[in-house]
């Protein structure tokens, strides 16, 4: 496990020993000797970039873990996404991720083993397009220079889910309007958007990774159950998903380096509120 070799390291020291980075920040000799003291974590923790050729991670129990790739040493300390990731996974079920944290109960019952419905399931898009729109307007649009590192990543689902609803309705069925977990979500990811930059950034993390991870799974399912398991428009992507997924983890990470520990522990914080709005949405693939 990752985790004692960190240890050894940390204890010994003789990890690092032989190396130097090859930029001009300090020795990794240096740095063993620091780390062996211990008192370098939260400084690293809010300074990723003083190694910046240094392959050094903080692993979730504190401890550290070092990766040496070919000759050079090469790396970043622990990202801020995966502090995002780590924090959303523990709000999964065990029935949902097997990162999950929370245990299953009668409210939150893998979809797969519960019966959808047509009209359920377009109430779900419904609502999932205007809070792509949402997303979509306020990073297009936006004054803010954050948020406009998030234009056109490829992730946009908006355009695709006018196909599906098209494809729908020319089938003959009737597209609803969007119902209060959509429109309520909406509001609130444009209030957050104008008044809490780290706020909005978990939601837009949390929405675009959810689909391509969960979302992508109960899509699939809900297409073999109700679908004759035809794919929607919403579960395809132009270009590689893991690259174009690496670029947003990486501008999120850029963008939170200069946040102060604070903004982003109040980030952080938003992840909830994010499972419990994309929850009710999700709900929505049930009713009827
Ligand atoms: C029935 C509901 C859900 C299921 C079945 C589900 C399932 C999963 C699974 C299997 C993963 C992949 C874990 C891995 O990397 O091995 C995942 C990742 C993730 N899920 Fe969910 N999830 C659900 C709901 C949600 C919700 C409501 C949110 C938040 C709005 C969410 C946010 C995330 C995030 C951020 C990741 C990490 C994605 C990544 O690292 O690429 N999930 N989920």
Redesign the pocket.
Known sequence: MAGSTAAAAIVGGSLYGGYTASDKGPSLRYFATVMKKNKISPFLKNNPSIFPNTSVQISSTGLWESKKRSRAVVVSAKMFVDE??SV??K???K??????GRKSSSS?K??GKLQPSVEGYLKFLVDSKIVYDTLESIVQNSANPSYAKFKNTGLERSEKLVKDLEWFKKLGHTIPEPSSPGTNYARYLEQLSETDPPGFIC?F???Y??H????R??GKKVAGMILDDKELEFYKWDGDLKEL?QHVRDDINEIANSWSREEKDHCLEQ?AM??E???EI?QLVLSS
Request: one cysteine or more; proline letters at 3%; aromatic letters at 8%.
């Open positions: 995002m990731r959303a996974m709000l999964h079920t029935d949902q991720a097997k990162e999950g939150n893998p979809i939601h993390y949390n929405v990774f959810a391509s991870a969960g979302g799974m109960i997924l992840t994010s499972f709005c994309s929850g999700l």
